[in-house]
């Protein structure tokens, strides 16, 4: 599929020792649906990356 209809994360699902990492995603059509880390990263990095990005926070000593 070219156009994978991804437009972001909402939310990441904990993994578990039977469970990897996951996503809740909201598609370009307005439904959601949880999404494997080595899906999102295979078909929509760009959507996964952006998410992280939102969500880095820098300590006391970001400027060195």
Not at 38 to 55: C, G, M, N
Request: net charge negative; no cysteine.
């Amino acid at each position: 599929a070219a156009a994978t209809g991804y437009k972001q994360v909402i939310a990441v699902k904990k993994p578990s020792a039977d469970a990897p990492i996951a996503f809740l995603v909201e598609h370009a059509d307005g439904s959601r649906a949880l999404v494997s880390n080595a899906t999102l990263r295979q078909d929509a990095p760009q959507v996964l990356l952006d998410f992280y990005e939102t969500r880095v926070q820098f300590g006391s000593r970001a400027d060195e």
